[in-house]
């Protein structure tokens, strides 16, 4: 069983109003120590998951692992329209063996709760996350990751290249170029001399368009040419997406 609460305004409903704007279908993955909403995308291939420690909820309580799928889409519809409707309060909670979980929304008055159900099944695939590289990394702010967003709008995916003092994306029209030497990103385990190529998906850019973020990180994976972006939202809740070794496709 798994008991989860927390307001209808904030970090909460931002952070789903992100992942519902990648895929229609989605995985909660839910153990005592973590709850996550996991994204696949097929075409250009991405995972992206959002995560949230126990101390973000105002109640958490789960006493095994769960792995269901769901529709975001639901999920996300049914948010809204109860937000509207001044419920301010949601209280989640999933059964083993039930075909659904329940959502109950409470108002700020002395009203009756109401509770919706949403549908599940067992998931269709076990997903791969991707393990990270925490001593190798980059971090910019999310000024310059909006920027590069917008410009890169058209494309499924951007290049990449990496030194101990710069970070270049590109595709075949356009190139961003940020610098350590001028403070545009701060770059972390990449040795002098050394210059790693990868590639990271740009798309549906209202995804990452979204991300309220000051600084985004962007990790090496352990699969040779993967990487991980992490959005954090909090202390306690981030947004992560992995880009596998398979993404990297160079046509150059």
């Not at 409707?85 to 659904?100: C, D, G």
């Not at 951007?158 to 029209?173: F, H, M, P, R």
């Not at 991980?228 to 981030?238: E, K, N």
Request: aromatic residues 16%.
């Amino acid at each position: 069983m798994v008991i989860l609460e927390h307001a209808l305004f904030g970090t909460f409903p931002h952070a789903i109003s992100i992942m519902h704007r990648a895929e229609h279908t989605a995985f909660f993955k839910c153990s005592p120590t973590l709850f996550s909403i996991m994204v696949l995308q097929i075409r250009p291939y991405a995972v992206f998951v959002l995560k949230m420690t126990p101390e973000f909820f105002p109640q958490y309580a789960c006493d095994q692992h769960h792995y269901v799928q769901f529709s975001i889409d639901d999920f996300y519809m049914t948010i809204v329209e109860q937000r509207s409707n001044r419920f301010s309060s949601l209280t989640l909670s999933i059964a083993e063996n039930q075909r659904h979980f329940a959502m109950e929304f409470s108002p700020p008055s002395l009203v009756h709760p109401r509770t919706k159900l949403i549908p599940t099944s067992p998931p269709e695939r076990d997903i791969n996350e991707g393990a990270i590289d925490y001593a190798s990394f980059v971090s910019f702010d999310l000024f310059h990751f909006r920027r590069l967003v917008t410009g890169l709008e058209n494309n499924e995916h951007a290049y990449l290249t990496i030194t101990n003092s710069q970070i270049k994306l590109w595709v075949e029209d356009l190139e961003v170029v940020l610098t350590t030497q001028r403070n545009e990103c701060i770059i972390g385990g990449f040795a002098a001399g050394d210059e790693f190529e990868s590639a990271m998906c740009l798309c549906p850019w209202e995804f990452f368009y979204n991300f309220t973020s000051e600084r985004l990180w962007l990790f090496k994976s352990y699969d040779p040419k993967g990487m991980t972006l992490i959005a954090p939202m909090g202390l306690y809740v981030h947004i992560s997406s992995y880009f596998p070794e398979d993404f990297y496709m160079p046509n150059f």
